[in-house]
């Protein structure tokens, strides 16, 4: 059986708490093809290499 929440979570709580979940500014690096911004290990968005 799965647990279940006592109480309503509140908005400004719930937020606090979401703050954390972000990018970090690190992780953005520029494509070698098209030299736009691109995040690493992933595809360029624009040229698509």
């Known amino acids: 059986m799965a647990g279940t929440p006592k ?3 509140s908005t400004a ?3 606090k708490r979401r703050s954390q979940i ?5 992780l953005f690096i520029r494509c ?3 030299g736009k911004p ?4 992933f595809r360029c968005p ?3 290499k």
């Open 7 to 9: 109480r309503k979570i």
């Open 13 to 15: 709580r719930q937020g």
């Open 22 to 26: 972000k990018l970090k500014l690190g």
């Open 32 to 34: 070698s093809n098209c």
């Open 38 to 41: 691109k995040l690493n290990h």
């Open 46 to 48: 624009h040229c698509q």
